[in-house]
């Protein structure tokens, strides 16, 4: 899954992975997605110039789901552990003054 603040949103890739290649995400009994990560951008208190870049996961369902969020791309990424029905906010990172930032994740299994 992919996002981003401030940015477009990734292209659809025209080559989907193989079938099989991910275990399915968890997902509630109405059909939907458990996980759902969504960005912000705050400055720092001591430098404002400096962004802390946010993701703040949340998990709707009743089991206990590792998330993993990486930068778009990128191999730059954190580990985020829920119980059920938690919520948690972690930095992704930070950037100088760029308060756009584009991120994928995935559940680990």
């Known amino acids: 899954m992919y996002g981003g603040t401030g940015i477009s949103a990734a292209p659809a890739n025209p080559f989907p992975p193989m079938k099989g290649t991910y275990a399915p995400s ?16 705050h400055p720092q208190i001591i430098n404002p110039k400096i962004i802390d870049q946010i993701v703040t996961v949340n998990n709707s369902c009743g089991q206990s789901i590792k998330v993993q ?28 003054g760029s308060t756009s930032f584009g991120y994928e994740y995935r559940e680990l299994y």
């Open 26 to 41: 968890h997902k509630a009994p109405d059909g939907t997605a458990c996980i759902s990560v969504r960005p912000s951008t």
């Open 69 to 96: 969020v990486c930068y778009a791309g990128s191999s730059d990424c954190i580990t985020v552990a829920l119980s059920g029905y938690q919520k948690l906010q972690r930095i992704l990172g930070i950037s100088g």
